[in-house]
């Protein structure tokens, strides 16, 4: 099945997604709720910008570039109409369970994973979902900076983000299913802990491998600045 690339959002990541799978010759759509604006980000490169509505109905790989939270149930609950039983696929790239956010934007007990949260929200059977490029900066990803990618979530969502990933020139890590995805982001949480609050050590090691050791030594604090300013949608 071809890859038709919704993006949600008109901020740094949702441009930095349009950037690079533009420049890879993919089918792109960004969709808000201001169409005027989605439009003319999209004429910056070449690809279709409108409505929800219409980037929903052009895409069959969703990709979530609105902050987490409220922002992102508000979207979810009002596509339920349109998407229900059209076998889309959701990815779900918040970085919620960091010191930059407060519990506000984070999925409520007894979830311990956004991906989950959104996935039980929109109640969809058909629907696949997958947590992918959550732990990069915008830059990295419109830059090609090559590096490991962590990537969990079900089958069809996931073999979708693995051929985007390795499309690009990175490093996709199976991290197992979207049920994993609650397990991994506790792991995370740990090894922030273990590493003083830094990027991981296992991160640093095979970022080194891959050219992208300089970007995992970068602060935890650069990453997650350069993802609050997304725009809602």
């Given at each position: 099945?071809?890859?038709?690339?919704?993006?949600?959002?008109?901020?740094?990541?949702?441009?930095?997604?349009?950037?690079?799978?533009?420049?890879?010759?993919?089918?792109?759509?960004?969709?808000?709720?201001?169409?005027?604006?989605?439009?003319?980000?999209?004429?910056?490169?070449?690809?279709?910008?409108?409505?929800?509505?219409?980037?929903?109905?052009?895409?069959?790989?969703?990709?979530?570039?609105?902050?987490?939270?409220?922002?992102s149930?508000?979207?979810?609950?009002?596509?339920?109409?349109?998407?229900?039983?059209?076998?889309?696929?959701?990815?779900?790239?918040?970085?919620?369970?960091?010191?930059?956010?407060t519990?506000?934007?984070?999925?409520?007990?007894?979830?311990?994973?956004?991906?989950?949260?959104?996935?039980?929200?929109?109640?969809?059977?058909?629907?696949?979902?997958?947590?992918?490029?959550?732990?990069?900066?915008?830059?990295s990803?419109?830059?090609?900076?090559?590096?490991?990618?962590?990537?969990?979530?079900?089958?069809k969502?996931?073999?979708?983000?693995?051929?985007?990933?390795?499309?690009?020139?990175?490093?996709?890590?199976?991290?197992?299913?979207?049920?994993?995805?609650?397990?991994?982001?506790?792991?995370?949480?740990?090894?922030?802990g273990?590493?003083?609050?830094?990027?991981?050590?296992?991160?640093?090691?095979?970022?080194?491998?891959?050219?992208?050791?300089?970007?995992?030594?970068?602060?935890?604090?650069?990453?997650?600045?350069?993802?609050?300013?997304?725009?809602?949608?």
């Amino acid at each position: 099945e071809d890859v038709k690339i919704g993006i949600v959002g008109t901020g740094r990541m949702a441009t930095a997604h349009a950037t690079a799978w533009t420049k890879l010759g993919l089918s792109v759509f960004i969709g808000s709720r201001d169409k005027a604006r989605a439009v003319r980000l999209a004429s910056q490169f070449g690809c279709k910008g409108g409505t929800h509505a219409e980037m929903l109905a052009e895409s069959n790989f969703i990709l979530l570039c609105i902050m987490p939270g409220p922002d992102s149930v508000a979207f979810i609950n009002s596509i339920k109409d349109q998407v229900m039983g059209k076998g889309l696929s959701f990815c779900d790239m918040s970085a919620s369970y960091t010191r930059f956010y407060t519990d506000a934007s984070r999925a409520p007990a007894p979830y311990k994973s956004h991906l989950m949260y959104m996935k039980d929200t929109l109640g969809d059977p058909s629907a696949s979902w997958v947590k992918a490029w959550a732990n990069v900066m915008s830059s990295s990803i419109s830059g090609f900076r090559r590096q490991p990618m962590e990537v969990a979530g079900d089958t069809k969502a996931k073999e979708t983000a693995f051929r985007m990933l390795t499309a690009a020139g990175f490093e996709p890590l199976d991290c197992g299913s979207a049920d994993d995805a609650q397990a991994r982001r506790a792991e995370r949480a740990r090894e922030r802990g273990a590493c003083g609050g830094g990027a991981t050590r296992a991160r640093r090691e095979r970022g080194s491998r891959f050219g992208g050791g300089e970007r995992e030594r970068e602060s935890e604090r650069a990453r997650e600045r350069e993802r609050a300013p997304l725009s809602p949608a």
